[in-house]
Each structure stands twice: as C-alpha cells, then as structure tokens.
C-alpha cells in the first residue's frame, strides 16, 4: 500500500489531497488459505481511492464497495 499526497492552494489556503494506492493479488483457495508461492494462477489488481472502501473477495476477484 503506498500513501500518496499532494498540495493544492486555493486563495492563500493549502489544502492536503490524499489517496491510497493498493495492489491486490489473490489465488485459488486449495491451498488451505496460505499464499501458494508456486500457483502461476495469480490475480492482481491495482486500486486507487481518496475515501473510505470496502474490499472484498468474489472468487478471484477483488472487488470495492
């Protein structure tokens, strides 16, 4: 996860953007739920945000709320 910010100003006040950059990657379950480190069927997913999310499991999928 990497925090990333910048300054914008507007009439004399500096106000703070914030996002979050995230990367996701997930697997097949038959692994008893530790990360196969052998598996070549990864899925990875890059998400951005400036608010609060929700990020859940469908399958293989990452998905935002």
């Not at 910010?5 to 009439?11: A, K, L, M, R």
Request: proline residues 0%; contains cysteine; glycine residues 6%.
């Amino acid at each position: 996860m990497q925090l990333q910010h910048s300054y914008v100003s507007y009439f004399g006040f500096c106000l703070l953007d914030l996002s979050i950059l995230m990367k996701g990657i997930t697997w097949a379950r038959d692994s008893h739920g530790l990360f196969d480190y052998e598996s070549r069927h990864l899925t990875k997913k890059t998400m951005k945000t400036e608010q609060e999310i929700i990020i859940m499991r469908h399958g293989n999928e990452l998905i935002t709320q």
